[in-house]
């Protein structure tokens, strides 16, 4: 495996208008995820983060990333999604409308004795399955969840201690996907998972289409900050459900003005970009351990939904290795003058370290040029958790490991 970054330009990208569709992410079923989110007591926008002192270090105009270690107090930006599409089952089996059933209503016992009891299962590495067990413990209903080999026991802790059945496998992720899926077939469980397959697409465009709350909400700090629209997005992927709806939703509503988009993968579950690397629009798997420290990410199938908007819009696919995202933990949580610190953890961070060697590393030149980067240019980033796993943002904050070099 390279220790290189290693990037490819986008051979497939379509002419606006001709490629996949994007109505799944329009401003008007994100705002629906939007009202239904502004129904929960705990929500608040997260905070959008201007870092001026990096950015004209890096000879940009503009650097912004969106903070999302303050979400529902979890730590990460999964709640969004599995709130609402959770909340969306909800009002299906109800029979209603998820405009009609705001969270008090779906939190109530009334509702509970309508359903009855209900198990919702997920396959995550932390951030994920902890959402859907907060959001179950908040519907009073049930939540299993297993997780790939590798995970980190203290991600485990936090998904017991939201009330849900939680276990480690010894499968990687895309295989515990399959177990769990076969598990919640045998039980009758409902499955909550941010990736789709054949068969399986309504509950992940739901997930989607709660994470888009977070993709408007930037867009509007920007207008607040001065800034109208980002020039650049970088944006990190694992399945890519995230990826997918921050591009769906920009290219949605902004349209041919939408920014240039660079999705950005650890170079062990590096599927979509060895998906755009193969250039014939077919998803690319990737198989094996994955043993990345960027544990959201370490996913090797491409959410389908997701690959069919990146493939069409994204103007790059980047592969990272580890040192890349240590080093946007370290200059995130260390920043320059009185820039904002912004905690970010394994999978929150690679972005940051991107743009850090794209802007200063001479090998990454010809990828600088491509993307028009200059001094006019406003990048958004988003930092998708804070350190959820805390023994091991001091091991590479404090004690240097996974250290980053010229390479």
Excluded at 58 to 73: A, N, P
Excluded at 114 to 124: H, N, Q, R, V
Excluded at 270 to 280: E, P, V
Aim: proline share 4%.
């Amino acid at each position: 495996m390279s220790e290189r970054i290693e990037w490819v330009k986008n051979s497939m990208l379509e002419e606006f208008g001709k490629g996949a569709s994007i109505k799944l992410l329009s401003l008007e079923e994100v705002n629906k995820a939007r009202d239904f989110h502004r129904t929960i007591p705990d929500y608040r926008p997260t905070p959008l983060r201007s870092l001026p002192n990096l950015a004209k270090a890096l000879g940009v105009g503009g650097i912004y990333i969106k903070d999302e270690s303050y979400r529902f107090g979890l730590n990460a930006f999964k709640a969004l999604g599995a709130s609402y599409s959770m909340a969306h089952y909800l009002a299906q089996q109800l029979g209603q409308d998820i405009r009609e059933l705001p969270y008090s209503v779906l939190t109530s016992a009334k509702v509970k004795k309508a359903l009855g009891e209900i198990t919702f299962a997920s396959t995550t590495d932390g951030n994920h399955g902890r959402a859907v067990a907060w959001t179950a413990r908040q519907l009073q209903q049930k939540a299993v969840i297993y997780m790939p080999k590798g995970s980190s026991p203290r991600r485990l802790e936090n998904i017991r201690a939201e009330g849900a059945e939680a276990s480690i496998t010894d499968l990687n992720y895309d295989d515990a996907v399959r177990m769990t899926a076969a598990e919640a077939e045998k039980h009758g469980w409902v499955i909550v998972q941010d990736t789709a397959w054949e068969g399986y697409e309504e509950i992940p465009g739901w997930i989607m289409q709660g994470y888009g709350t977070m993709a408007a909400e930037a867009l509007d700090e920007l207008k607040a900050q001065g800034v109208e629209k980002p020039t650049h997005v970088l944006v990190q992927a694992g399945v890519g459900a995230l990826a997918g709806t921050v591009q769906g939703y920009y290219a949605s509503v902004l349209g041919k003005d939408r920014p240039k988009t660079v999705i950005v993968e650890a170079n062990k579950a590096d599927c979509h970009f060895q998906s755009a690397l193969a250039g014939d629009g077919s998803p690319r798997v990737v198989s094996g351990d994955m043993n990345t420290i960027m544990a959201g990410l370490a996913c090797g199938e491409p959410n389908i939904l997701g690959w069919n908007i990146l493939k069409d819009y994204s103007e790059m696919f980047v592969s990272c290795p580890d040192w890349v995202t240590a080093k946007g933990m370290r200059l995130l949580g260390n920043p320059l003058g009185d820039d904002p610190r912004v905690i970010s953890g394994e999978s929150g961070a690679v972005t940051a370290g991107f743009l850090w060697h794209l802007l200063h590393d001479q090998n990454l030149q010809e990828a600088k040029q491509a993307l028009q980067l200059d001094e006019t240019s406003q990048v958004l980033l988003f930092s998708t958790e804070g350190d959820t796993d805390p023994e091991k943002y001091r091991s590479i904050v404090w004690d240097g490991e996974f250290p980053s070099f010229a390479r």
